[in-house]
């Protein structure tokens, strides 16, 4: 069983930066991709920036040039930079991880998610 330890949300005036952290723990052989998710009132959970094992990473169009995902491979942990945030940034954020606990069984996680508002 992995367990995810979400941080990094809160309050910020539009402009503004926030750091989002994610620490995966328990049985983990692997980590094939780590990411960061959304989901604002009235709407779908969405991708916002993902991180394969191999170092590749996508964003979504609409935080692209803003946000940042890098991970810490020896801490099983990754991070969301969040800069210029906007109004329509705010939404719950969560973590996911997608693992390997042995060599053939691939299972993924959830975070239980961190509230990010963005206002005056």
């Known amino acids: 069983q992995v367990q995810l330890v979400e941080s990094g949300g809160g309050l910020v005036q539009p402009g503004g930066s926030l750091r989002l952290s994610c620490a995966a723990s328990g049985s983990i052989f692997s980590i094939n991709a780590m990411g960061w998710y959304r989901q604002a009132p009235g709407r779908e959970r969405e991708l916002v920036a993902r991180s394969t094992r191999g170092a590749s990473t996508n964003y979504a169009d609409s935080v692209k040039g803003r946000f940042t995902i890098s991970r810490d491979n020896a801490k099983n942990t990754v991070y969301l930079q969040m800069n210029s945030l906007k109004p329509e940034d705010t939404a719950v954020y969560y973590c996911?991880?997608?693992?390997?606990?042995?060599?053939?069984?691939?299972?993924?996680?959830w975070g239980q998610g961190t509230l990010v508002t963005v206002s005056l």
């Open positions: 996911n991880v997608d693992y390997n606990s042995n060599w053939y069984r691939r299972l993924e996680v």
